[in-house]
């Protein structure tokens, strides 16, 4: 065992040196140093960074959006327990489509549900919707309200029906058009009495309307991209009828018989 | 006083490239001789030094001074890489090829390589030893290596593989025994 010992003592032993390639893994952990030392920069101090960042945003977002949300369902509470609100929900099924507020006040929205369509061939050419409705529901259901809650008295200010004219108004030309339109058609010939006469021609309200803030007020507006629409109420012998036209397209849509009943 | 100077330079070597120059400088040569030793293959002795000093680049950042010399931390690292290597020789990634890729001239770094391995080949008698060192286990050939060709007491060995001077006192013994055996099957043989 002393003599094993004693050899590897002994032995001479390879002194090798490779200074090129000391030179070379020198300069790669150099290199490799730099960037792990901006990977740890990045991890000390950019990602807590980034970490508070979005805390504070989350923070900023709370206290602007939470209360904003609870203050939307105290308006909604307090519209809904108005009898003015209650007895047009029961009657006409309105539901709130839209809600801002503006000065401690909120602005809500009251659209009526979009009553089934009902599509009948007719000369199996134009397709419109005949429908026979009563004088109620084809004069006043298209109708939304807009309701106005004081938040700081927690009572609604105001209910107020919003009117065609209002938001979407007709011109003379854009009258003078749905005549035209009216004029041409020929299956409203065959289905009118030849003594119709025009009653009244108004601005067919949208059925998907909107809230939008312009400067310090509250404005209903169309939603973007709709076509207006113009109804026209003709009248014969006791009889009346609401034919709507399309004004982009130029053509009817939809003719109602209104049952007096 | 030595610790402390150590200790200082690994918590400058953290931020700053020149002080881990400082380490690589003192302790390249030992270790990567040491690898030499172990692997008698240049080449192979280059990647694996490569990788030891990779390593203790990457794990310097996490590195807590326990009163352990720089120099054990890295002969344990090397001794870690080359123990791994023989271990799992299959699955060995060579790092310094994969790198030699991004060097400027490769040439250079070959035909230094080949003439090391000229001058080691003259090593016959070492190599010849190297042989029978390289049938014992991976833990025996560590202790070998330390003890007798880097000349590291007892206490230091101990230092390096985290273990108990008393192991490493048997390790050494039952090293020896098995490489006399091995010496004396050859001889008979011959």
């Known amino acids: 065992m002393e003599e094993l010992k004693e050899k590897l003592n002994k032995i001479k032993k390879p002194e090798i040196e490779l200074p090129y390639f000391k030179t070379t893994l020198k300069e790669r952990l150099l290199r490799e140093h730099q960037k792990m030392q901006n990977r740890f920069s990045f991890v000390l101090f950019a990602k807590p960074a980034l970490v508070g960042l979005s805390i504070l945003i989350i923070f900023i977002l709370g206290i602007l959006i939470l209360p904003q949300q609870f203050m939307e369902a105290q308006a909604l509470k307090i519209a809904k327990s108005h009898p003015e609100i209650q007895k047009l929900i029961q009657e006409y099924k309105i539901q709130p489509t839209d809600i801002k507020l503006q000065d401690k006040k909120a602005y809500l929205l009251f659209m009526p549900e979009e009553a089934p369509k009902r599509e009948l061939e007719i000369e199996n050419q134009k397709r419109m919707l005949l429908k026979i409705a009563s004088e109620k529901e084809a004069l006043e259901k298209a109708k939304g309200v807009l309701a106005i809650v004081d938040l700081q008295r927690k009572k609604v200010a105001s209910v107020k029906t919003i009117r065609s004219r209002e938001v979407v108004p007709l011109s003379l030309q854009e009258e003078q058009l749905v005549k035209e339109v009216v004029e041409k058609e020929e299956v409203l010939k065959k289905l009118l009495p030849p003594t119709v006469t025009i009653e009244k021609i108004e601005p067919a309200l949208p059925k998907k309307l909107r809230l939008e803030r312009k400067g310090k007020e509250i404005q209903i507006v169309p939603p973007r991209n709709f076509q207006k629409k113009a109804r026209i109420l003709y009248k014969s012998n006791g009889k009346r009828w609401i034919v709507e036209v399309n004004l982009k397209k130029k053509k009817i849509e939809n003719l109602q018989l209104i049952n007096n009943q | ?190």
């Open chain 2, 1 to 190: 006083m030595l610790g402390e100077f150590e200790e200082n330079l690994v918590k400058r070597a953290k931020k700053d490239p020149e002080a881990f120059g400082l380490i690589y400088d003192k302790y390249y040569q030992p270790i990567f001789g040491y690898i030499l030793r172990r692997t008698a293959n240049v080449a192979l002795a280059e990647d694996l030094t490569a990788q030891t000093f990779l390593k203790a680049l990457k794990s310097l950042w996490r590195f807590r001074w326990q009163n352990v010399p720089i120099s054990a931390w890295l002969y344990r690292i090397a001794t870690n890489e080359v123990n791994s290597y023989y271990r799992k020789k299959k699955s060995f990634k060579n790092v310094s090829l994969e790198e030699a890729k991004n060097l400027k001239s490769n040439v250079n770094l070959l035909e230094e390589v080949q003439k090391a391995e000229e001058e080691l080949q003259k090593e016959k008698e070492f190599l010849l030893l190297h042989q029978k060192i390289a049938k014992l286990k991976p833990k025996y050939q560590t202790v070998i290596t330390l003890r007798f060709f880097e000349k590291k007491k007892i206490s230091e060995i101990a230092q390096i593989l985290g273990k108990p001077e008393g192991t490493i006192k048997a390790q050494i013994h039952r090293a020896l025994e098995q490489l006399r055996k091995l010496l004396e099957e050859d001889e008979t043989k011959n």
